[in-house]
């Protein structure tokens, strides 16, 4: 069965760089979840989208954005990267809002 | 989350003993989730729970919603080294829409 597609798996910036986190849904799942995971923390909710329009946002700093775009990927920006921001980001699709949330592998970001 | 207590934060067990873990809420619980995360991996989904009194399993795993004491519990049976990773509760207590806030995490080693 197809699963969440997160890219690039790794990425390494400098202070002050900006990065740009991608994801792909399952397959006709509308809601897209974005979570930031900290070393030896529980994930914690930044954004989300149902349908392509912002749905609700968590803890997420101004210096980020996102979107979800018509073929319902996302994609998280990210700009005056600080090295609290070195963390496994995470998304979630789910078929629709309520319903179950599957994760994708995660990406790695790392800031130097 | 605060409002997500999860118990114990660490349990070993010996091979093809029983377990089970515990997340208890603090707000109203409109769906339970669990899921296994092996370190710095990607959170699997193992099942979710929304009505009281729900039991879910999946191969020798069981989960339970008691929906009185806004609890879930982790029930897994005759384990296996292949058990051990982090377990994690998600509720979906509707302060973010429908992301989840998750509990601390358990963490399970299985010795031979």
């Known amino acids: 069965a197809a699963g969440v597609i997160q890219s690039p798996r790794h990425l390494i910036k400098e202070k002050r760089e900006t990065a740009t986190l991608k994801c792909y849904p399952i397959p006709r799942h509308d809601t897209v979840y974005w979570y930031q995971q900290g070393p030896g923390q529980d994930p914690q909710f930044l954004i989300s989208f149902y349908e392509k329009m912002q749905s609700d946002k968590g803890s997420i700093p101004d210096r980020f954005s996102a979107q979800q775009f018509s073929d319902y990927h996302s994609e998280l920006n990210m700009s005056s990267l600080e090295l609290g921001d070195s963390a496994l980001y995470f998304c979630a699709s789910s078929p629709r809002q309520g319903y179950e949330q599957y994760f994708g592998p995660g990406t790695r970001l790392t800031v130097t | 989350s605060q409002e997500l207590e999860q118990s114990p934060q660490s349990l070993i067990v010996q091979e093809g003993k029983n377990l089970t873990i515990n997340c208890t809420s603090s707000?109203?619980?409109?769906?339970l989730y669990w899921y296994k995360q092996k370190y710095g991996e990607g959170l699997i989904f193992l099942m979710m729970?929304?009505?009281?009194?729900e039991e879910k399993s999946h191969e020798k795993i069981t989960a339970k919603l008691d929906e009185k004491k806004q609890q879930s519990s982790l029930h897994i049976t005759a384990s296996q080294p292949s058990h051990a990773g982090i377990y994690l509760c998600g509720a979906d207590i509707r302060d973010s829409g429908y992301a989840l806030n998750f509990g601390k995490g358990t963490s399970l080693l299985v010795t031979p």
């Open positions: 729970l929304q009505k009281g009194g």
């Open positions: 707000k109203t619980l409109y769906g």
